[in-house]
DNA sequence: CTCGCAACTGTTATGAAATAACATCACAAC
DNA sequence: GTTGTGATGTTATTTCATAACAGTTGCGAG
């Protein structure tokens, strides 16, 4: 859970273009389906874009303004609540922290590879979702969400 | 995530003679593997294996006591990772709370069906777990734990 | 036995994460 | 324009968890 190492994390913050376009996209998928992407929302989402990794919530909120202001938690945290209901972000239950939706985003299930050791979190397609929801369902429970987040070590980290 | 149902919840709790012997098999196990089964780790086991479902730390803390004396809460705290760690208690990510592990608890991963009606929680094999690991391990990354936590309805709720 | 270490517990204090409650504002529908 | 809904601003509080250090206990080595 703690990092251990000087490994290099992610390496998956947008920046510059492909940020705007990210958040662009994002608020051209909101205005489908009859939602406003408002200003604070599109910071957050920013700020969970450009990031590495996860990140925490009172990161987010000191990060909040552009001149280094923080923002009131509230207004951070029901960002984070619209974002994750559009598909656009999730919460990582085991880190308290946050990412950007690094898929498809409709309404898909997430899956994490969290790795312990560079704190570098991937986000892929849930393998094996099908089977246990499929299991769970015979046993008569209906499975509406699911969190699968695994911690361990990421290939960099392993060698 | 909140009760909306007045539903009876999981009805798992142990009483009497069989939470005894859960805590006197837990204490022998713990004998097996050189660890100590000390007075307030035995006794949040106990609170969480009479619990009917997913207890909160600060309802372990507050209900410590015989007496209802409140225990401070790295008391608490020390015993749920103690407990943890020998695989007789879980934490619910989702829920910030603790339960008994109620299958085999031999270093076994754990997953869980949370009924958002009513609050039952069932822990079950993760189906489909093994499929995730192993596509994880294809991209390089090695499992070494795995969260699994479904939210949804149970069948009496769903009923 | 007794010394010394390691594990465990007790205690105080603080830090981190999230939400309650209520006032105010923006904007589209009518 | 007015009205209603959804969003934001603001203050305060609650909930969850750990840091840090002092004291105790059990136990094996000598």
Request: net charge negative.
């Given at each position: 859970?703690?990092?251990?190492?000087?490994?290099?994390?992610?390496?998956?913050g947008l920046?510059?273009?492909?940020l705007?376009?990210?958040?662009?996209d994002?608020?051209?998928r909101?205005g489908?389906e009859?939602?406003?992407m408002?200003?604070?929302?599109?910071?957050?989402?920013?700020?969970?874009l450009?990031?590495d990794g996860?990140v925490?919530a009172?990161?987010?909120?000191?990060?909040?303004?552009?001149?280094?202001?923080?923002a009131k938690?509230?207004?951070?945290?029901?960002?984070?609540?619209?974002?994750?209901k559009?598909?656009?972000?999730?919460?990582?239950?085991s880190?308290?922290?946050?990412?950007a939706?690094?898929?498809?985003?409709?309404g898909?299930?997430?899956?994490?590879l969290?790795c312990?050791?560079c704190?570098?979190?991937r986000e892929?397609?849930?393998?094996?979702?099908?089977?246990?929801?499929g299991a769970?369902a015979?046993?008569g429970?209906?499975?509406?969400s699911?969190t699968?987040?695994?911690?361990?070590?990421?290939?960099a980290?392993?060698g």
């Amino acid at each position: 859970m703690s990092l251990r190492c000087d490994h290099s994390s992610d390496g998956a913050g947008l920046h510059g273009h492909a940020l705007t376009r990210a958040l662009d996209d994002a608020e051209t998928r909101c205005g489908a389906e009859g939602q406003r992407m408002t200003a604070p929302r599109r910071r957050v989402l920013q700020l969970l874009l450009e990031a590495d990794g996860p990140v925490k919530a009172y990161d987010l909120i000191s990060g909040f303004g552009a001149d280094g202001e923080a923002a009131k938690p509230p207004t951070v945290y029901r960002a984070l609540e619209f974002l994750e209901k559009q598909g656009l972000a999730h919460r990582i239950e085991s880190l308290n922290a946050y990412v950007a939706c690094r898929l498809g985003a409709d309404g898909h299930a997430a899956a994490f590879l969290i790795c312990d050791c560079c704190g570098a979190t991937r986000e892929v397609e849930p393998a094996g979702a099908d089977a246990f929801t499929g299991a769970a369902a015979a046993s008569g429970y209906e499975v509406r969400s699911l969190t699968i987040e695994a911690h361990g070590l990421c290939a960099a980290c392993r060698g």
